[in-house]
């Protein structure tokens, strides 16, 4: 929701807070939804949204009831130095990915989409990471957008060439070390992804 995270939360609370830059607010039918995207684009202090729901895995199915769900494949791709592929689109630092064309599966797609974007050989699938999820607004409608998480690797140097024509002007291997300075100009979902992949390093 306009870039700012969303978690559901199991419990019979009631509130609607805002504490701390954090939205806690009900959340078990489909009429919610209106009220509370109303409250985010009001109050822009509002850094995350906390659900609260009587039961977490029917608000789940009911919160993406509300969206066109398109799947998404991408990679944290690795190379011998153990450096992480990361591109610049529109102004925002971002992992390679995209969307899960028909008829392929979604390991396919995460690295044909790596391979498209960075102008690199197919890397290897190492193992699946995490998925991700983000929603924005296209063509009048609300989409949900999982972007399932894969570590690649490739294994030589090759030319970095980054895809033009889907707004990509840089793609350039960060050294772990220096993620952190990235962060602050990527999208929240991105940095989630890239803080929860450095943690287990």
Known sequence: MSDRPVS???????????EDRQLLIRFDHVGDMESIQSLI??????????????????SWKLFQSQYKVVEAAGGIVLNAK??????????????????VDTGETIEQA???????????????ITSFFSTSYHTYYFKERWVLKPS??????????EALV?????NIDIVRWVPQSEIADYLPQAYASIRDVLTAFLARN
């Open 82 to 99: 153990d450096e992480v592929l990361m591109i610049h689109r529109l102004g925002q630092w971002d992992l390679p990915k995209g969307k």
């Open 41 to 58: 684009d009001k109050d822009h202090d509002i850094q995350s949204v906390k659900l609260l729901c009587a039961d977490v895995e029917t």
């Open 162 to 166: 980054p895809q033009t024509e889907e």
């Open 148 to 157: 399932h998480w894969y570590v690649m690797r490739v294994n030589k140097e």
């Open 110 to 124: 995460a690295v044909r989409e790596v391979s498209e974007e960075c102008g690199i050989e197919e890397p290897t």
């Open 8 to 18: 559901l939360i199991q419990t019979t609370g009631n509130s609607i807070i805002v």
